[in-house]
């Protein structure tokens, strides 16, 4: 008789099952990376609204497309104090997240009330590869969303 034996379908069907692994196993670590830088651009967006509003001047980040961006206090080429490392608050997401950058420049700045005075009402979007992850601030209230 011709066909397979039970011995060859399964090392066929474990073969096929690693060669699936394998592909899949990049695309979820930049899903992953992307996710992750996502959360660290919205925290480091409350930090900063925060700080506007226990500061009493406006502060903001501007977002670079290289991925990096720098926290300000009271004026643009005024960097913040990063509390952690007690020199100026940037952050480089290529580095941290495994080559995530941003599709457009983009700035953000926050009202001593929490208001977004500039970029409220936008996105902020996250590039991966082909992956894109979008993070909203909201005008008026100055929420931000991970849709």
Do not use: H, W
Not at 43 to 65: E, W, Y
Request: net charge neutral.
């Amino acid at each position: 008789m011709s066909g397979f034996t039970l011995i060859e379908l399964v090392l066929i069907l474990f073969l096929v099952s690693l060669l699936a692994l394998v592909v899949e196993i990049p695309t979820l670590s930049n899903q992953q990376a992307l996710q992750s830088a996502a959360l660290k651009v919205r925290m480091d967006l409350r930090k900063t609204q925060q700080l506007a509003m226990t500061s009493g001047v406006n502060c903001g980040i501007n977002f670079f497309q290289d991925g990096t961006y720098t926290v300000y206090q009271g004026g643009v080429g005024v960097a913040a104090i990063d509390p952690l490392t007690g020199g100026p608050y940037q952050e480089n997401l290529p580095v941290r997240f495994r080559n995530v950058s941003i599709q457009s420049p983009y700035q953000v700045e926050f009202d001593p009330v929490g208001r977004p005075v500039i970029g409220g009402g936008g996105t902020l979007t996250l590039l991966n590869g082909g992956t894109t992850r979008p993070v909203q601030i909201i005008a008026n209230t100055g929420a931000i969303n991970l849709p």
